[in-house]
């Protein structure tokens, strides 16, 4: 004899069946997942602050966060990534602020020691004989140069660095890929002030759903839905709108800010006694679907580099063509705008000879 429920235990008992699959989940994120799991399937909000890898800044849209760890990942006391150290310099010590964004930040590369700031500092240090240099890794994943200009004035200069490099790229691209009319001086475009995710009630609520939801998409923490403006287009819109005009964006918003942002950096260093060093930014074309493998996006790499060699010429300032310098084989590449560990090393040692031959006449080598 076939005996089938009654409508209402069989709604009791799928409920039951959700609200013990929505327990164990809370459970498996909160309490068993490895970090970078539980943080995919959180709400940002949710998570404990020095968890986080950015904190919120009063006049910057964010900053690293002090004191964070994942893996081998670590940032000091001042929000740097890398070892301690003081906010005043200590005596004798000839110090190196690299300002940048993720590809200063060496995103790619796990260990703190690897990155290409600490590689450089090894360098100059062991190879070199510079035993009183320190480089300071003032790279943010993210960071334009807009607010690279904010972080040296307001974080960077309290350093007291004597020479400071500014390594920009790809993130400048992004701010010229903005809607006709929101291409501004202060990149509002590109970039709003932070704001917390307006989330539905079941995603703020239910860990199961979020899973449901999020499986797909990779770590949820990321920074877009936080500080990018409605008004940017992202590298990959062209597959949502294929009759997006990428380049004649390039044509209507000219790197007109990043030739200002770089220019006022150099001259507030120069005002303060600190050597600016310019450089050019590398890719590697070679991976597909990577935006550094789009045509439009090379042009505007190709577009800032003309920007750093001319402002170089036109103010006397120097500067350091490393994209003329950087191997684009794959194995050098963890994508097309990262390196890999034996490309952050190969990194460090062209900046190194560099700065030997040229801008390190205030630190005393042994050699």
């Not at 909000?45 to 006049?59: A, I, K, L």
Request: glycine residues 8%; aromatic residues 12%.
């Amino acid at each position: 004899m076939n005996r089938r429920l009654p409508f209402w235990p069989k709604i009791l008992l799928v409920g039951f069946g959700l609200l013990v699959t929505e327990g164990l989940a809370r459970v498996y994120v909160r309490w068993i997942a490895p970090t970078p799991i539980r943080h995919q399937f959180s709400v940002f909000e949710d998570v404990p602050p020095r968890e986080r890898r950015v904190s919120t800044h009063p006049y910057l849209t964010y900053v690293n966060t002090p004191g964070y760890t994942q893996g081998d990942k670590h940032h000091n006391a001042l929000g740097w990534r890398g070892p301690e150290t003081t906010l005043t310099k200590p005596e004798g010590t000839f110090r190196i602020l690299a300002l940048g964004g993720s590809t200063t930040y060496t995103e790619a590369v796990g260990a703190d020691r690897e990155t290409f700031p600490a590689h450089l500092q090894r360098l100059l240090r062991e190879e070199h004989g510079y035993s009183t240099v320190e480089v300071i890794n003032a790279g943010v994943p993210g960071y334009n140069s807009f607010e690279s200009l904010i972080n040296l004035c307001f974080r960077g200069l309290e350093m007291e660095p004597d020479l400071v490099l500014i390594h920009h790229g790809a993130n400048d691209v992004h701010c010229r890929f903005v809607r006709p009319g929101h291409y501004r001086a202060d990149n509002r475009g590109r970039r709003k002030a932070w704001e917390w995710e307006d989330l539905s009630w079941l995603e703020q609520h239910s860990t199961m759903y979020r899973i449901v939801k999020r499986l797909h998409k990779g770590s949820h923490i990321g920074l877009e839905p936080f500080v990018d403006a409605d008004t940017y287009i992202g590298p990959y819109s062209q597959y949502e709108d294929p009759n997006l005009a990428f380049d004649k964006l390039l044509d209507e918003h000219p790197p007109t800010h990043y030739r200002n942002n770089l220019r006022n950096m150099a001259a507030i260093c120069a005002e303060h006694g600190v050597e600016c060093v310019l450089t050019t930014w590398a890719w590697c074309p070679g991976f597909e679907h990577d935006y550094a493998s789009f045509d439009f996006y090379q042009r505007g790499f190709r577009e800032l580099n003309a920007v750093v060699r001319s402002l170089a010429a036109d103010k006397e300032l120097p500067c350091f063509d490393f994209a003329s310098q950087m191997s684009q084989e794959k194995r050098y590449w963890h994508d097309g705008r990262h390196v890999n560990r034996d490309g952050s090393l190969l990194k460090a040692q062209l900046f190194a000879k560099y700065l030997v031959n040229n801008h390190l006449s205030g630190a005393e080598s042994t050699r």
